[in-house]
């Protein structure tokens, strides 16, 4: 008995081909009006957004804007906001630490767990959110926050539509230090990534540890698994992502290869990698193109 299959559902590629083909000149936020009028939920990331456009030929023009932020790179594509940063997570001080933060950072409800350990200097809170991001794999392609005590933390410039009312503490000058217990018990708190997929961490500060002589910081321990890819669509859409490029038979499991460039292993880590990754910092607005 053949296996009933509903109506095959529009992903964002196709909806961004679509819209693109009939209107080259629709920025990312025009697009994002677009997405959830169309009744879609979540959003559209800017590096999904800026490949479609370089699939289809479309040219990015660039331009210099003044930024008020002083790690800003200053550029920026009509249209957007800026989320990538241009500066490492190493370069901001020179200093070497006496000490360091142990973490360990897992994705919520992954079966079975996607996990990272890694040693961080004292830094903000946004920096953590940039070693996080790049000890798991993500492309820091969305907006994110992170949950603390009950009390949520946010960047005031990218969340600046929901920052005072939602009552945002600022992320960029809250350090570790004042947020985990001085006494170096272990502590939980939140960090949740893409409010479209809703990506929740768990956030497990494990101590603090002399640093090793020697050791250049931030640095990845261990962990587990393979980041799941940006816009799959959650928990759920990775599930189901999974099973399609596993099954040759499945009527995806091309598409979905293709998608994700080819290969996907989902069992596939790297420590040595992740730290190279972490050491480097996010990428800024030219490696989005």
Same mark, same amino acid.
């Given at each position: 008995?053949?296996?009933?299959?509903?109506?095959?559902?529009?992903?964002?590629?196709?909806?961004?081909?679509?819209?693109?083909?009939?209107?080259?000149?629709?920025?990312?936020?025009?697009?994002?009006?677009?997405?959830?009028?169309?009744?879609?939920?979540?959003?559209?990331?800017?590096?999904?957004?800026?490949?479609?456009?370089?699939?289809?030929?479309?040219?990015?023009e660039w331009t210099w804007v003044q930024s008020s932020e002083p790690e800003s790179t200053g550029l920026e594509p009509p249209g957007t906001v800026e989320v990538g940063r241009a500066?490492?997570?190493?370069?901001?001080?020179?200093?070497?630490?006496?000490?360091?933060?142990?973490?360990?950072?897992?994705?919520?409800?992954?079966?079975?767990?996607?996990?990272?350990?890694?040693?961080?200097?004292?830094?903000?809170?946004?920096?953590?959110?940039?070693?996080?991001?790049?000890?798991?794999?993500?492309?820091?392609?969305?907006?994110?926050?992170?949950?603390?005590?009950?009390?949520?933390?946010?960047?005031?410039?990218?969340?600046?539509?929901?920052?005072?009312?939602?009552?945002?503490?600022?992320?960029?000058?809250?350090?570790?230090?004042?947020?985990?217990?001085?006494?170096?018990?272990?502590?939980?708190?939140?960090?949740?990534?893409?409010?479209?997929?809703?990506?929740?961490?768990?956030?497990?500060? &494990?101590?603090?540890? !002399? $640093?090793?002589?020697?050791? =250049?910081?931030?640095?990845? *321990?261990?962990?587990? #698994?393979?980041?799941?890819?940006?816009?799959?669509?959650?928990?759920?859409?990775?599930?189901?992502?999974?099973?399609?490029?596993?099954?040759?038979?499945?009527?995806?499991?091309?598409?979905?290869?293709?998608?994700?460039?080819?290969?996907?292993?989902? &069992?596939?880590?790297? !420590? $040595?990698?992740?730290?190279? =990754?972490?050491?480097?910092? *996010?990428?800024?607005? #030219?490696?989005?193109?």
């Amino acid at each position: 008995m053949a296996k009933k299959t509903g109506p095959k559902k529009e992903t964002k590629s196709d909806f961004l081909r679509n819209a693109l083909g009939k209107n080259p000149n629709l920025d990312h936020h025009q697009i994002n009006l677009r997405w959830v009028k169309s009744g879609h939920a979540g959003t559209i990331s800017s590096a999904l957004y800026y490949h479609v456009r370089a699939e289809l030929g479309i040219k990015t023009e660039w331009t210099w804007v003044q930024s008020s932020e002083p790690e800003s790179t200053g550029l920026e594509p009509p249209g957007t906001v800026e989320v990538g940063r241009a500066k490492s997570a190493t370069s901001r001080s020179a200093k070497a630490p006496t000490e360091v933060y142990q973490v360990r950072v897992s994705l919520v409800d992954s079966q079975p767990t996607i996990w990272r350990r890694i040693q961080v200097a004292d830094c903000t809170l946004d920096t953590l959110h940039e070693l996080i991001q790049t000890a798991m794999g993500w492309t820091n392609s969305h907006l994110h926050h992170f949950e603390i005590n009950d009390k949520l933390y946010g960047d005031p410039m990218l969340l600046r539509e929901t920052f005072e009312d939602l009552n945002y503490a600022n992320s960029t000058t809250t350090m570790l230090s004042e947020i985990v217990p001085q006494n170096g018990r272990p502590f939980r708190f939140t960090y949740e990534y893409d409010f479209g997929d809703s990506w929740e961490h768990a956030v497990l500060f &494990e101590g603090r540890l !002399p $640093a090793e002589p020697g050791q =250049r910081y931030p640095v990845c *321990l261990e962990g587990a #698994r393979a980041c799941p890819p940006e816009d799959v669509g959650g928990l759920w859409g990775y599930a189901e992502f999974l099973e399609a490029i596993a099954d040759p038979d499945h009527a995806e499991h091309k598409e979905m290869l293709i998608w994700v460039g080819g290969h996907f292993d989902p &069992e596939a880590f790297d !420590p $040595a990698l992740a730290t190279k =990754r972490m050491k480097k910092g *996010l990428p800024n607005w #030219r490696e989005l193109r």
